[in-house]
Nanobody, 121 residues
Framework: QVQLVESGGGLVQAGGSLRLSCAASGRAFSTYSLGWFRQATGKEREFVASIGRQGVITYYAESSVKGRFTISRDNAINMMYLQMNSLGPEDTAVYYC?????????????WGQGTQVTVAS
């Protein structure tokens, strides 16, 4: 079974950028579709973006991140990324990577432990 570890979170000023990484261990990384989710304090965890097994098909949460965030993966090194630009305080949350399934690959199955992103205004 794959295990996922996120990194790259931190404190950034509004308007800045961060790149999150998700490292996977275990076999058959390329057989999983993957996604990023986030959970702000006091709110439910929400879908951010997802990517198909070969990295060609991607989906984004339309209203909140599309156009600012880019998801990508490198199957050769078992890594997935989330490039986040034009960050605002509303993006402050714990970000999780996950293996995914279902419509728009938006349903999570196996979770990482999360990485905190804090955007200062």
């Amino acid at each position: 079974q794959v295990q996922l570890v996120e990194s790259g979170g931190g404190l950034v000023q509004a308007g800045g950028s961060l790149r999150l990484s998700c490292a996977a261990s275990g076999r058959a990384f390329s057989t999983y579709s993957l996604g990023w989710f986030r959970q702000a304090t006091g709110k439910e965890r929400e879908f951010v973006a997802s990517i198909g097994r070969q990295g060609v098909i991607t989906y984004y949460a339309e209203s909140s991140v599309k156009g600012r965030f880019t998801i990508s993966r490198d199957n050769a090194i078992n890594m997935m990324y989330l490039q986040m630009n034009s960050l605002g305080p509303e993006d402050t949350a714990v970000y999780y990577c996950a293996t995914t399934y279902g419509d728009n690959y938006s349903h999570a199955l196996i979770w990482g432990q999360g990485t905190q992103v804090t955007v200062a205004s």
